[in-house]
């Protein structure tokens, strides 16, 4: 929160706020949404990635963060294959390691997979020991399953787990579901996917837990139908279920990042205007060349043009032919993320007791 201490910082403080308004709407002149559909791979990576010659830079975990003003938790999702190993973070570091190396930055939330029902303590301790804040990523396909009682076993399984670790959970449950790639999504299932997300939100109450609500992004210039998400508020369970508005969003050519998640971003304004926003995947293809470009964008406008975001999810994996996300495939991308994510608002680093704070 600003502080003004005298009337002359209280005038030029309200002259910095004019010129970052007419930045933002500047850079959000373009913010009609991308589709940015795709299959998501729940655990595995898909394929292997070359991984060219890169610029190496050590990863620096207590980098100080700003005094004041807009602060950013920075994360990842890091295939292990990208780098010619067999297995993911966290059950083998040396992927996290080189992503850190070449990103520049300390990875400060970590996605992981985890089966329904099976929450492992220890696993999370892991990325605990890392410094980083788990955002642990499960889902159950049956979502009359839930509703009717049949899971509350698994549910109570699950809580137990995850109070017994204690540290800070990002939990994400049965995401992108107002798209039609997965069993749970579709329109037609809108009101059973709520009635299931609250069911288990009201079971699971593990006091370290964090609740992503997380659609994936859409265009309110195209019609929902196969492969094209829908307008997900039919799918929001009410503030009392959320922590955290979360988007999964990515760019697969020559979309800009106001157009990935600019109308996604203004609808979650009206429906929750006081929840912080993660983006839990977001990356660029090179299809059109303007993959550098487009991290270039994400880093510049997020502090100025969406101040809600809170949080960025790098997706550091592959996924098949023009789903290339890794930064490691094109130098320019590695750079560009290197000096973005130097900027002081990307320098916070998370808590690991309680609920996980704002940065």
Known sequence: MARYFTQSKHLVAILFASLAVFAAMSSRADSAQAHGVRKHARQGIAASVAVGKSVRVSADPSKPATAAGHRVYLGATVGGSVYGESSNPPWNM??????????????????????????????????????AVPMLITEYDDLSGIVNGSQ???IKTMNAALSAYGGPVLFRWNWEMN???????????AKQWVAAYRHLHDLLTAPNVSWIWNPNVYDPNSTPGPGVPANPTPWYPGDAYVDWMGADGYSYGTETFSRVFGATYDLFQEL?????????????????????AYISEAFAQVPT?????????????ILG???EWPLENLAEAESAYRAGSARAPFAAMPNTVGKLALP
């Open 94 to 131: 040396k992927p996290l390691e080189t992503f850190e190396a070449h990103s520049g930055h300390a990875v400060a939330i970590l996605q992981v997979h985890q089966d329904w029902g099976s929450i492992y303590p220890e696993v999370l301790q892991r990325i605990r020991g890392r410094g």
């Open 152 to 154: 509350d076993g698994a």
């Open 179 to 189: 798209g039609d790639w997965y069993p749970w999504g579709g329109q037609s299932q």
């Open 272 to 292: 929750a205007p006081d929840k912080p926003m993660i983006l839990p995947e977001w990356a660029a293809s090179n299809r059109a060349g303007r993959k550098a």
């Open 305 to 317: 043009a969406y101040p809600a975001i809170k949080a960025m999810v790098y997706y550091n994996d």
């Open 321 to 323: 032919s023009g789903k």
